[in-house]
């Protein structure tokens, strides 16, 4: 029996050409033998209503678009009982999940690459109910991901969220929060959080490969406070932007069951995936083990991991 894929599409992603991109991938699917059923998003939540209502029929369900169509199509399928294998061919402006799982930005390779290569698993967070696939944030310029407009998104890119930050470092105040994380208690006046499973967020925050794993049922929580003084705030960024995160303001840990509540009672705005998601004072987020099954490259801990076990057969 042929297989299937269910193609969703959210056509205001990125800046290249739909209809081309669309040509390249599909070519790809169906000289690999694959009937392919095409969907286009028109609004919100429409990649989540379309996973969970037609995905239990297709072998695998994959997303064109940016990271937030990617986390509203995992909502649809972690819904189901039987989850259809995942793929993702981005076209978003910042990429930050094909840039961790070393995904293609041409579509015509992406799709080579899920006819091509196994499926294998990955974590997924759950904030207060609610799935996101590579990171939960708070704080400074982590509205300008979903504030800055499409259309500018589509014409400068990357730029368009460096435009929305600038207009929002004047309104940056220190919140004063408990964070537990596993077990772990830490209390402090903190102006930017992330939860993440990706080697970078934003492009700005790096993580190196040695302390991200897809898999390990751990996500990377990464807290920092104010520095205070100007001085001290152009140190802080200069050590994140050269990963030598400085310690008196920047904890990074790695959890399975995190924590946040603000001590003030103000609620925050999230961030999930680079989409607005909900203000909240009081926040849990669990991370679930491999949740679901995606066609991408192994990453590096995963090679060394197939080597060990051919070693020991």
């Not at 105040?173 to 209390?187: F, N, T």
């Not at 490969?209 to 200069?238: H, I, R």
């Not at 008196?248 to 999930?272: A, F, N, V």
């Amino acid at each position: 029996m042929k297989k299937m894929i269910l193609l969703i599409i959210n056509p205001r992603s990125g800046r290249n050409k739909i209809n081309d991109d669309l040509l390249e991938a599909t070519n790809v699917f169906g000289m690999h033998g694959y009937g392919i059923t095409v969907l286009n998003t028109t609004k919100a939540g429409d990649a989540t209503e379309y996973a969970r209502e037609f995905g239990e029929k297709y072998d695998i369900v994959v997303c064109r678009g940016g990271d937030g169509t990617f986390c509203e199509m995992l909502n649809g399928i972690m819904a189901l009982e039987k989850k259809p294998k995942v793929g993702f061919i981005p076209a978003g402006t910042t990429n930050d999940i094909a840039n961790t799982l070393g995904l293609p930005a041409k579509p015509r390779k992406a799709a080579k690459l899920i006819v091509s290569e196994s499926a294998l698993p990955c974590d997924i967070g759950k904030f207060n109910g609610r799935y996101f696939t590579y990171v939960a944030s708070f704080g400074a310029f982590t509205e300008c991901s979903y504030a800055a407009p499409q259309s500018l998104k589509n014409k400068i890119g990357r730029m368009a969220y460096f435009y929305e930050a600038a207009k929002e470092i004047k309104d940056i105040h220190p919140i004063p929060m408990r964070c537990v994380v596993d077990g772990e208690v830490i209390e402090g006046e903190f102006v930017f959080g992330s939860i993440s499973n990706s080697y970078t967020v934003g492009k700005i925050i790096h993580l190196s490969s040695d302390e991200v794993c897809l898999n390990d049922g751990k996500f990377e929580v990464f807290l920092a406070q104010n520095p205070g003084s100007a001085k001290a705030w152009a140190s802080t960024l200069t050590s994140v932007i050269k990963k030598d995160f400085d310690e008196r303001y920047i904890k990074l840990l790695k959890g399975s069951h995190i924590e946040i509540k603000t001590l003030d009672g103000s609620k925050l705005p999230w961030t999930l995936d680079g989409e607005y998601g909900g203000d909240d004072n009081d926040v849990v987020i669990d991370v679930e083990n491999c949740a679901f099954n995606m066609f991408r490259p192994p990453l590096l801990h995963e090679m060394e991991t197939f080597k060990d076990e051919t070693v020991e057969k």
